[in-house]
């Protein structure tokens, strides 16, 4: 982060400094978490629903920090001499305000990304592309939010040439929110699927939350959109647009797909400008999507052909999203259980079905924010798996009930468990050698400690 005086914050979130002072430090970073302060840094207490930053702030002021904001009514005489006190309304609010005036102090090309599933795959596909050429400043792990997108962009820092920024949703008006801190210059949305129905409504109103971006999009701004997806195809808006897949009116179309299963795929893209003969290091033939959207952004940012092939290349499944672990005896683990959505599972049990092994295992557990789609959602899963003839569908949770129905009915083989204590003794019986075992659920289920137990056992 570039820094910045009190004056200046002060400025940025129309706040009022409480004990103004000659000589106070200039601020370069920028904590919510008082148990993860960097000395010298503004305090931001972020209120919940069940706890209230303010509580710590004397703790962050005492442990280092320069100074915080502050919503709560101050008195003169709780006020540190040594340290700054900006009293805002709302510190959320003001946090938004700050990330705004930061981010436009950058002239440097923003691409925003959202949609319900893939946004981090195609972050992490564009910045490769990118950094073939640029110095990119990304979102870090999975700062999409209020919380994470501000301070995402305090992050950009002097050296960076462009940004690629991940914002995530399940209610609407969180894009706006976000795009009006962003204000990108590329909005891109991956797809319309199920994920976040149950605060939504319905996949329509999905849509419409997405199409919040375009709020904020610069007015010289580019549009890029999934070409296959029925609701994006309906997106009709004032600023150019590429639309990206394998369908024949997409501006950056997808042929010539070969699936090499865990060893990842390869395509041609082709587009007004030029054809991309691609090698994509990741599996599953969904990957071509987030390939021809990184295409089109490259494009627009005036990347080579060869900068283009080489980025795409250069791809790497980020934390446990596909990430294939090979353990001894051709055991192997896809590990792909940072999130899940009814579209997600689908895409990783078509990878586990071509995956060349002598037993294919599913391990699926449950998938949140369904509403009134997750019986059926969930049953459909296990009836998919079935179809595509897993061997065994180990389906763990509550909901995931629906999952072993859905196998077992459709002629398939399943076990269910109550909870991943249950799960693991047969699951550590299950992974044979020369077994694939897809590892997958919604976040909240934490199948991560599942796939490094597992992990552990064979390494």
Known sequence: ?????????????????????????AVTEVCTDSRKLTPGCLFVPWVGERFDGHDFIEEALQKGAAGCFCAREKTPQTLRGDRFYIQVPDTRLALRDLAAAYRDRFHIPVVQITGSVGKT??????????????????????????????????????????????????????????????????????????AHIEFLGSREGILKAKCEIFQSLKPDGLVILNGDDGLLDTVDVPFPTVRCGRSEHCQARVTETADHGIEGISCTVTTERDRYCLTIPAPGEHMAYSASIAVAVGEALGLSREEIVRGVGNYRSPGARMRVVRLPDRRVILDDCYNANPQSVAAALEVLAKTECDQRIAVLGDVGELGGLSERAHYNMGALAAMLGIDLVAAIGPKAAKIADGAAQSGGAALHFATKEEALPELRRQLKPNTAMLVKASHAMRFDQLSEQLRGDFE
């Open 1 to 25: 982060m570039r820094s910045m005086t009190v004056g200046e914050i002060v400025s940025a979130v129309g706040g009022t400094w409480l004990n103004p002072r000659e000589g106070a430090p």
């Open 121 to 194: 795959t195609t972050k992490e596909m564009i910045a490769a592309v990118l950094e073939a050429k640029l110095r990119v400043w990304k979102t870090p792990e999975n700062y999409n939010n209020d919380i994470g997108t501000p301070l995402t962009l305090l992050g950009l820092a002097p050296e960076h040439q462009a940004a690629v920024i991940e914002t995530g949703m399940n209610h609407f008006g969180e894009i706006a929110y976000l795009g009006a801190m962003v204000r990108p210059d590329i909005a891109v949305i991956t797809n319309i699927g199920d």
